[in-house]
């Protein structure tokens, strides 16, 4: 994928159809390394499922023969000086971590990560969301859990909290970034 939070959005859009009732995303940067972790409370995966799942012929999907989400993230966080690493198990739930060399050549860059929360609230149904993002000593967290008690009963999908929760995110990130683009 063109961009880092593409593989998020897809990976987030997995533990959803998982039936998970929280999903939570950190994304860290510290010491040359980009890492992205995404944890569900989905159904899980069997061992014998969990242990094909980077296959890109392997997929629960039944429109189509093919699952790329998973093997491409995994093989360019290899492709950049990084590691993969999924663990599951059934009815507790999945957590996907890769990592990357912030300065490597093939690292796609992080790309809009406030899109991709944005997303995620259009399909959210019932799940609880966590975004966490630290680098440089500073972070912040998102939580949909904490704005919904704010907004007092005004869907998250609204398009203007749409909206503001993409503003919040991205501009959070890029204060903690000093303005340079992951």
Do not use: W
């Not at 491409?72 to 739930?93: N, T, W």
């Amino acid at each position: 994928m063109r961009e880092l939070s593409l593989n998020i959005l897809d990976i987030a859009e997995n533990s959803l159809k998982a039936k998970a009732t929280l999903v939570e995303i950190d994304v860290s940067m510290e010491n040359n390394t980009l890492t992205i972790a995404i944890k569900d409370n989905g159904c899980g995966m069997t061992e014998e499922f969990l242990a094909k799942v980077t296959d890109p012929y392997t997929t629960t999907r039944t429109t189509r023969k093919v699952g790329l989400g998973i093997p491409l993230i995994k093989m360019e966080a290899e492709m950049a000086g990084g590691s993969f690493d999924i663990q599951s198990q059934l009815g507790v739930g999945t957590t996907v971590t890769t990592t990357f060399a912030v300065d490597h050549i093939d690292r796609p860059p992080l790309g809009d990560v406030g899109e991709t929360i944005m997303t995620l609230l259009t399909e959210l149904g019932d799940t609880r969301i966590v975004y966490r993002y630290n680098a440089n000593g500073q972070g912040f967290d998102f939580d949909t859990l904490e704005l919904q008690q704010q907004l007092e009963g005004i869907p998250l999908d609204t398009p203007e909290i749409l909206q503001f929760v993409k503003q919040l995110i991205n501009e959070n990130m890029n204060t903690i970034n000093g303005g340079m683009l992951l």
